[in-house]
């Protein structure tokens, strides 16, 4: 079992639709979980951050995350063509100096329709 | 916006053949990662740099890979021999240092995209 479990799709929606993303992790010394996303070809980006279980909110995207189930989610509202990309979640293990490692699901690859 | 600069973008070498690639942080960043990431996978790590020091590289195959960032800034991974196997996106990332009860947030750069024939 890989310590970052993640549904990598293809996951296709209309325009305006809901989305929801979700990731499993095994690990429980994990301390930050964050949500990237990466367009065809590029790096990936920061999308959303956070160290602790609740909600976090940031526009139409919201993090949720679990620490007693193991268990992280990203929202997108009103979903846009120009949400189309794969999602990433990755998980961060402190590694000193302020620093961490992170452990990344295989990601999810999202297509919008317009 | 600061970004992590990496070159080249894509590169297309022989199996054999030795390779490198470039890294430039966002400048004051004193944490600087390398990643693979294979095509339809999530971007591992192989090797994490504070300031010139290697913090860990316990995931880098040392047998032909090797990494360096001699004056704390820039940082270069080399592949030699490289092996079909080889095949992925490079990407590096960085980070700057953390307080005592902080920690901050990672940046990649574009990547570079290698392949071995």
């Known amino acids: 079992q890989k310590e970052v479990e993640q549904d990598p799709g293809p996951l296709s929606v209309p325009e305006g639709a809901i989305v929801s993303l979700n990731c499993t992790y095994s690990n429980s010394a994990f301390q930050y979980f964050m949500w990237y996303r990466q367009y065809s070809r590029k790096g990936p980006e920061l999308l959303m951050y956070?160290?602790?279980?609740g909600n976090k909110e940031d526009g139409r995207f919201t993090a949720q995350v679990d620490k007693s189930s193991k268990y992280i989610s990203l929202f997108i509202r009103d979903s846009q063509p120009s949400d189309s990309a794969t999602y990433l979640c990755?998980?961060?293990?402190?590694?000193?100096?302020?620093?961490?490692?992170?452990?990344f699901g295989k990601g999810t690859k999202l297509s919008v329709i317009p | 916006e600061a970004e992590v600069a990496q070159s080249p973008r894509y590169k297309i070498t022989e199996k054999s053949q030795a390779v490198a690639f470039w890294c430039d942080p966002i400048?004051?960043?004193?944490?600087l990662y390398w990643y693979r990431q294979i095509l339809g996978q999530g971007p591992e790590l192989l090797v994490q740099f504070q300031d010139e020091s290697v913090v860990d590289d316990s995931q880098l195959p040392k047998d032909r890979f090797s990494a360096e960032r001699l004056k704390g800034v820039d940082s270069t991974l080399k592949i030699q021999p490289a092996e079909l196997g080889d095949s992925a996106m490079y990407l590096c990332?960085?980070?700057?240092?953390?307080?005592?009860?902080?920690?901050?947030?990672?940046?990649f750069g574009p990547g570079t995209r290698l392949t071995v024939t």
């Open positions: 400048s004051g960043h004193a944490t």
């Open positions: 956070t160290y602790s279980s």
């Open positions: 990755a998980m961060g293990l402190n590694s000193g100096a302020g620093s961490y490692q992170l452990t």
């Open positions: 990332a960085s980070s700057s240092p953390g307080g005592a009860t902080t920690t901050t947030k990672q940046y």
